[in-house]
Protein backbone atom coordinates (compact mmCIF):
# COMPACT_ATOMS: atom_id res chain seq x y z
CA UNK A 1 0.00 0.00 0.00
CA UNK A 2 1.75 3.20 -0.90
CA UNK A 3 0.86 6.32 1.15
CA UNK A 4 1.97 9.44 0.76
CA UNK A 5 2.13 12.43 3.62
CA UNK A 6 2.76 15.97 2.77
CA UNK A 7 4.11 18.67 5.89
CA UNK A 8 5.43 21.90 5.85
CA UNK A 9 2.29 23.75 5.97
CA UNK A 10 1.49 26.74 8.28
CA UNK A 11 1.06 30.29 7.96
CA UNK A 12 3.24 33.20 6.69
CA UNK A 13 3.46 36.27 5.32
CA UNK A 14 2.97 37.49 2.07
CA UNK A 15 6.56 37.62 0.74
CA UNK A 16 7.60 34.53 3.04
CA UNK A 17 8.56 31.12 2.37
CA UNK A 18 7.51 27.81 3.35
CA UNK A 19 8.76 24.20 1.96
CA UNK A 20 6.56 21.25 1.64
CA UNK A 21 7.79 17.72 1.55
CA UNK A 22 6.30 14.64 0.57
CA UNK A 23 7.55 11.23 2.15
CA UNK A 24 6.24 8.28 0.38
CA UNK A 25 6.20 4.98 1.88
CA UNK A 26 5.72 1.46 0.21
CA UNK A 27 6.86 1.69 -2.68
CA UNK A 28 10.32 3.51 -4.13
CA UNK A 29 9.25 6.72 -5.54
CA UNK A 30 11.93 6.43 -8.34
CA UNK A 31 8.40 4.43 -9.60
CA UNK A 32 6.60 7.28 -9.79
CA UNK A 33 6.43 10.56 -12.00
CA UNK A 34 4.88 13.14 -9.06
CA UNK A 35 3.29 16.25 -8.67
CA UNK A 36 1.64 18.89 -5.92
CA UNK A 37 -1.80 19.85 -6.72
CA UNK A 38 -3.91 22.53 -4.37
CA UNK A 39 -7.28 23.59 -3.73
CA UNK A 40 -8.32 26.73 -2.18
CA UNK A 41 -11.42 27.52 -0.45
CA UNK A 42 -14.40 27.25 -2.81
CA UNK A 43 -12.40 26.58 -6.04
CA UNK A 44 -11.60 23.20 -7.75
CA UNK A 45 -7.94 21.66 -7.10
CA UNK A 46 -5.68 22.74 -9.52
CA UNK A 47 -2.24 21.83 -11.17
CA UNK A 48 0.92 23.20 -9.42
CA UNK A 49 3.78 21.17 -10.59
CA UNK A 50 5.30 18.14 -12.06
CA UNK A 51 8.42 16.01 -11.78
CA UNK A 52 9.46 13.21 -14.05
CA UNK A 53 10.63 10.18 -12.60
CA UNK A 54 14.28 10.74 -13.16
CA UNK A 55 13.79 14.85 -11.93
CA UNK A 56 15.36 16.60 -14.92
CA UNK A 57 12.22 17.73 -16.26
CA UNK A 58 9.39 19.60 -14.58
CA UNK A 59 6.41 21.81 -15.60
CA UNK A 60 4.92 24.75 -13.53
CA UNK A 61 1.91 26.36 -13.22
CA UNK A 62 2.08 30.24 -15.01
CA UNK A 63 0.71 31.47 -11.48
CA UNK A 64 3.37 29.74 -9.64
CA UNK A 65 6.42 29.64 -12.38
CA UNK A 66 9.59 31.52 -11.31
CA UNK A 67 8.36 31.43 -7.58
CA UNK A 68 7.78 27.65 -6.73
CA UNK A 69 10.07 24.76 -7.19
CA UNK A 70 9.73 20.86 -6.84
CA UNK A 71 12.19 18.64 -6.54
CA UNK A 72 12.82 15.07 -5.54
CA UNK A 73 15.03 12.99 -3.73
CA UNK A 74 14.62 9.10 -4.59
CA UNK A 75 17.33 7.75 -1.99
CA UNK A 76 15.03 9.56 0.70
CA UNK A 77 11.60 8.46 -1.00
CA UNK A 78 10.76 12.30 -0.79
CA UNK A 79 9.75 15.10 -2.97
CA UNK A 80 9.82 18.80 -1.97
CA UNK A 81 8.14 21.98 -3.41
CA UNK A 82 9.96 25.18 -1.88
CA UNK A 83 7.64 27.94 -2.46
CA UNK A 84 8.95 31.69 -2.42
CA UNK A 85 7.78 34.76 -3.00
CA UNK A 86 3.95 33.48 -1.81
CA UNK A 87 0.58 35.54 -1.99
CA UNK A 88 -2.41 35.61 -0.22
CA UNK A 89 -3.33 34.06 -3.82
CA UNK A 90 -1.29 30.84 -2.80
CA UNK A 91 -3.75 30.41 0.31
CA UNK A 92 -5.03 26.46 -0.31
CA UNK A 93 -4.42 22.68 0.82
CA UNK A 94 -1.40 21.50 -1.11
CA UNK A 95 -1.95 17.99 -2.18
CA UNK A 96 1.31 15.54 -2.89
CA UNK A 97 0.15 13.19 -5.67
CA UNK A 98 1.67 9.95 -7.62
CA UNK A 99 1.20 8.36 -10.84
CA UNK A 100 3.15 4.86 -12.37
CA UNK A 101 1.83 6.13 -15.61
CA UNK A 102 4.25 7.08 -18.09
CA UNK A 103 7.93 6.05 -18.58
CA UNK A 104 11.24 8.00 -17.08
CA UNK A 105 10.60 11.57 -19.22
CA UNK A 106 6.55 11.91 -18.59
CA UNK A 107 4.85 14.18 -16.34
CA UNK A 108 0.97 15.05 -16.07
CA UNK A 109 -1.13 18.08 -15.51
CA UNK A 110 -3.99 16.35 -15.49
CA UNK A 111 -5.30 15.48 -11.97
CA UNK A 112 -6.88 11.90 -13.41
CA UNK A 113 -3.58 10.91 -14.42
CA UNK A 114 -2.56 10.51 -10.77
CA UNK A 115 -3.22 7.09 -9.02
CA UNK A 116 -2.05 7.96 -5.28
CA UNK A 117 -3.06 11.15 -3.31
CA UNK A 118 -2.13 12.37 0.17
CA UNK A 119 -4.35 13.99 2.70
CA UNK A 120 -2.73 17.76 2.36
CA UNK A 121 -1.51 20.42 4.07
CA UNK A 122 -3.08 23.57 4.27
CA UNK A 123 -1.06 26.66 3.62
CA UNK A 124 -2.36 29.91 4.64
CA UNK A 125 -0.67 33.14 3.19
CA UNK A 126 -1.45 36.76 5.13
CA UNK A 127 -1.52 40.06 3.14
Known amino acids: QVQLVESGGGLVQAGGSLRLSCAVS????????MAWFRQAPGREREFVTA????????NYATSVKGRFTISRDNAKNTVYLQMNSLKPDDTAVYYC????????????????????WGQGTQVTVSS
Open 26 to 33: GRTISTYA
Open 97 to 116: TATMTGNTGTYYTAERAYDY
Open 51 to 58: ITRSGLST
